[in-house]
């Protein structure tokens, strides 16, 4: 009987398909895997799936975030069109795509949208940790190159949610030239002036926490995410010594001057709403 709670689909979500052509699953009640408790699903993601008990942030998808970041409306979609193609021809790349295509949505593992927070307006980029891992390949270096690119022409700030496993492995040499192209385009962004907000969320890892995610004028970091370039386990191979358990989280880093702030996702806007007119009010 509990599990039928717990499992219980919603016949109208299950039955439809959303627009996206993903299949939604709902259930009423969610279990906090932090903490144990038992949720309820609509106040959880009120609370964009962050646990009113312990805090524990659970993952969150990128379209969910934009629209709760977006004041409503005011979002517009940008390079839609840029999708990955398979330059290596590494075997069974393309069918792995189309897969994630189908499961996620999207045609990338990055959104951007240029869009108003708070009244305040900004380019915002999100990362999908769904779609390859959230990996980086040549379509979503592309993708960010022509974010910063086109927020310069604008004069805006720009906001990079990153959660990545690192390089896409299918694009070899290609993909690793992303962060170099991506770099560029900051540094042009940055010399015109304009705000780059590098806000890491779980987990962000390998090129990416080594290249965009760790530049911004100002680095944030979601509770409890996962940040580190090489895994716990190799480095402690390497070095042969223990590791403290709090390392490689948002706070560890913090604590250590790695970061300018740790932010709970339930004050994502406003945290950023604010800095944004600050921002706007002092240039
Ligand atoms: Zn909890």
Known sequence: MLKDIFFKLNKKASDEKSESGTEKQETIMTKCPSCKKILYSKDLHKRLNVCSNCDHHMPIISTDRMDALLDIDSGTELFTSVTSVNPLNFPNYEEKLKSDKEKTGLEEALIVSHGKIMGNEAVVAIMDPR????????????????????????????????????????????????????????????????????????PTTGGVSASFASVGDINLAETGALIGFAGRRVIEETIKEKLPDDFQTAEFLLKHGQLDDVVNRVNMKRYLGTILKMHKEVV
């Open 131 to 202: 779609f390859r891992m959230g990996s980086m390949g040549s379509a979503l270096g592309e993708k960010l190159a022509r974010t910063f690119q086109y927020a310069t022409e604008h004069r805006l700030p720009v906001i990079v949610f990153t959660a990545s496993g690192g390089a896409r492995m299918q694009e070899g040499i290609l993909s690793l030239m992303q962060m170099a192209k991506v770099s560029v385009a900051i540094e042009r962004h940055s010399k015109a002036g304009l705000l780059y907000i590098a806000y890491m969320t779980n």
